[in-house]
């Protein structure tokens, strides 16, 4: 329970399994001149959370060491330098960590206002992955309408983002996952056609229904690399985003020259806070529409009290949630 000048924290010590996370007693932080104090309503759970829980994804220089990057709440104040957001303000935000609290500070140009028709908890379940899918599909893409599009993990929070922007923005959407439900979650999303990859081969569904893939967007890594090469149109573009089978493969390089591929992936947290700021201001101008008018909506799977991040941890790596999961402040 936050004080005047302390407030509740989930701390990590070295690092390990889920049960490290325990709650702890900090300061209050003190926003910079181009940061704002937000109390936080609702923090989402992600993978880099998982990643850095094990010792594997360290925070970047001058961020705070607890977890949790992405927030809703309230403002209740604001650095010298900020003129658009005022005490009371709500606003959903990308943090660089420090989300695991009851109050926490962020860059206030990577803010933006919640949809007026959304809640805390919804709005809280948005900045990481559209951050992340908006960047690298579109931004560094340069993701198209007319074009075919492959998400693996489609009803994850990577997945179900990257399945509603496609369709938002006239892409043609295919989308692997398993068992049958998890793949009928990702239609009703708006994927044109689904894929369960323990019964069909992505690859030969891919090429005999679109002559490939232009964009891959994959979380899964290990033989997945070669099977996206394999899938992909000439002149296609595989986002790697994650490795849940692995980094390091065998792979001939042989096709990517052939087919004129690019392969490349990104971590969000370390680009420049610019380029954060530049993602906020796209998202905020041809996203956030989207929401109130519902066309794209958010997707939250479980909600579990701060101080039962452990359990939130759990079932992000049991893998069987579909949308985000979420911890209430």
Same mark, same amino acid.
């Given at each position: ?230 899938? +992909?149109? #000439? ?6 985003? !994650?490795?849940? /089978?692995? &980094? =390091? %493969?065998?792979?001939? $390089? ?15 947290? +370390?680009? #420049? ?6 993602? !906020?201001?796209? /998202?905020? &101008? =041809? %996203?956030?529409?989207? $929401? ?31 949308? =985000? ?5």
């Amino acid at each position: 329970m936050a004080t005047a000048d302390h407030m509740t924290v989930i701390e990590m010590g070295k690092g390990g399994g889920p049960e490290v996370l325990k709650p702890g007693v900090r300061p209050l932080p003190t926003p910079k001149p181009d940061e704002i104090l937000v109390k936080v309503a609702f923090v989402g759970v992600n993978g880099p959370d998982i990643m850095q829980r094990k010792g594997l994804y360290p925070p970047p220089p001058g961020a705070s060491d607890l977890l949790g990057l992405e927030i809703s709440g309230t403002v209740v104040s604001a650095g010298a330098n900020v003129k658009r957001w005022r005490d009371g303000d709500r606003v959903c935000a990308l943090t660089n960590g420090g989300g695991y609290a009851e109050y926490c500070v962020v860059d206030a140009d990577h803010c933006l206002p919640i949809p007026h028709n959304l809640d805390f908890q919804a709005a809280a379940s948005l900045p990481e992955t559209f951050f992340t899918v908006w960047s690298n599909l579109f931004m560094d893409g340069g993701l198209k309408s007319g074009e075919t599009l492959l998400v693996h993990g489609g009803a994850g929070g990577i997945g179900t983002t990257a399945i509603q922007l496609g369709k938002a923005f006239g892409v043609k959407v295919f989308a692997t996952d398993s068992p049958s439900e998890r793949c009928a979650f990702c239609r009703e999303l708006g994927a044109d056609r689904t894929i369960d990859y323990v019964a069909e081969d992505f690859v030969e569904v891919v090429r005999a229904e679109s002559g490939g893939a232009n964009m891959i967007l994959d979380i899964v890594g290990g033989p997945y690399i070669e099977r996206n090469i394999k899938a +992909s149109a #000439p002149g296609g573009r595989i986002v790697q985003l !994650a490795f849940a /089978l692995g &980094a =390091k %493969v065998d792979v001939n $390089f042989m096709p990517i020259m052939l087919k004129r591929l690019i392969y490349t992936g990104s971590t969000l947290r +370390s680009r #420049p806070a610019a380029f954060k700021a530049e993602i !906020a201001r796209q /998202l905020e &101008a =041809k %996203v956030w529409p989207l $929401f109130e008018s519902g066309r794209v909506r958010p997707v939250v799977n479980q909600v579990f009290p701060l101080a039962a991040a452990a359990d939130a941890h759990r079932l992000m790596e049991n893998a069987g949630h579909k949308g =985000k999961i979420m911890l209430a402040a």
